[in-house]
């Protein structure tokens, strides 16, 4: 039996990268998944070589009405949600001290990656109550966990996404709906990895999509029922030192 039959599971920032990943492997077990991404045609191409169980919608997840559309869809189309996967998201400004940061470039950052999250979750808990329950995966950083040097817009809203799920898991506990984080460390996608973090992680290497997308899946599944509000780390080692 697929692990993930019967499942409707909203995947942000699902056009490349890790979302695309999740997005394949979900398929793959039996979901229905809902593909969100501002890149229309990558996120629309993926969609059509999944199938009739995978459905684009183009989607700005810093803005509130975008995300009343991709709930609406969803339900429209596949009927009530069971699973979020809040992926998408930017570095920012690389490099850059503190004291010489723009306030749009951090406030722009801030919207992408922690106002979204937040926003996912406020919309999705209505349709969740109609399924009698779901799991949200709330994707951080090693950067929600531990620090970094001139990337405080990103690292801000790491440990952002942390805290909000914790919260959220709480809230949510008495309609059966989980929230989980996970924090990956180095993975081969469209953001940018700097080789010091290769050079730091005790596996020495960085990973493959694939590699967090069989956690992901574990997480949406029925197979971690009693796990909420938890942190989950895939990065080879590196905050282990």
Same mark, same amino acid.
């Given at each position: 039996m697929?692990r ?9 920032g699902?056009?490349s990268g890790?979302g695309?990943s999740?997005?394949r492997?979900f398929?793959e077990?039996? *979901?229905?998944? @809902?593909?969100? %991404?501002i890149n ?5 191409? !993926?969609?059509?070589e999944l199938? =009739? #169980? *995978?459905?684009? @919608?183009?989607h %700005?997840?810093a803005?509130k009405?975008?995300?009343? !559309?991709?709930?609406d869809?969803? =339900? #429209?189309?596949?009927?009530?949600i069971?699973g979020?996967v809040?992926n998408?998201?930017?570095?920012g400004?690389?490099d ?5 940061l ?6 722009n950052?801030i919207?992408?990656?922690q106002?979204?999250?937040?926003k996912?979750m406020q919309t999705?808990?209505k ?5 009698n ?10 950067a929600g ?13 790491k440990?952002a ?15 059966n709906?989980r929230v ?11 953001i940018?990895?700097f ?7 005790p596996l ?6 694939e590699e967090?997308s ?11 029922t ?8 895939v990065d080879?080692g590196?905050t282990?030192?």
């Open positions: 697929s993930l039959s019967e499942k409707v599971v909203i995947i942000t699902a056009a890790m695309e999740f997005a492997l398929v077990e039996g *979901a229905k998944v @809902v593909l969100t %991404d229309e045609e990558k996120g629309q191409k !993926v969609a059509e199938g =009739e #169980n *995978a459905l684009f @919608v183009k %700005d997840v803005n009405d975008d995300w009343q !559309v991709v709930v869809k969803t =339900e #429209n189309t596949f009927g009530p069971t979020l809040n998408a998201g930017i570095v400004p690389n850059i001290p503190l004291e010489d723009k306030d749009e470039d951090f406030n950052v919207a992408i990656n106002y979204s999250v937040f996912g999705v808990v349709s969740m109550k109609k399924a329950g779901g799991s949200i995966v709330n994707i951080s950083s090693t966990l531990v620090g970094s040097v001139n990337v405080t817009p990103y690292v801000t809203t440990f996404v942390t805290g909000m799920t914790k919260a959220a898991a709480l809230e949510f506990a008495e309609y709906i989980n984080s996970v924090h990956p460390g180095g993975i081969k996608t469209n940018d990895v080789d010091a973090v290769k050079k730091a992680t020495g290497r960085i990973a493959e999509p967090v069989y956690l992901i899946l574990y997480l949406i599944s029925d197979e971690s009693f796990s909420t509000g938890s942190e989950f780390v080879g590196f282990a030192q």
